[in-house]
Structure formats: structure tokens, C-alpha cells
């Protein structure tokens, strides 16, 4: 863009939508990281023979 106050306007919007996407992208891999290591325990538990409410 040729106007300055246009183009730091359109970069500051595209700023914010970074900003929104990386938000949810930390958030979906935390989730999956949780999800995973709960998984991961409760498989050990099935192979050792551990009931659920020694978990």
C-alpha cells in the first residue's frame, strides 16, 4: 500500500488475527497433550492390573 496510515492499519488487523489463531492453536495443544498423558495412564493402569479407583 501506498498510504502509510492505511497500510498500518490493515498490518495492525492482521496482527490481531495472528494473534487469535495462536491463541487457539495453545489452547487445542494443551488440550491434546492433557488428553494424551490421561490416556497414556489409564492404558498402564489396564496393563498392571491397577483398578480405576486406584487411578
Do not use: P, Q, W
Not at 23 to 47: A, D, P
Amino acid at each position: 500500500y501506498m498510504d502509510k496510515s492505511l497500510r498500518t492499519a490493515v498490518t495492525s488487523a492482521l496482527i490481531e488475527k495472528c494473534k487469535e489463531i495462536n491463541s487457539c492453536s495453545k489452547n487445542i495443544h494443551n488440550m491434546r497433550c492433557s488428553f494424551r498423558t490421561n490416556l497414556k495412564n489409564i492404558l498402564k493402569s489396564k496393563s498392571s492390573g491397577i483398578s480405576a479407583d486406584n487411578l
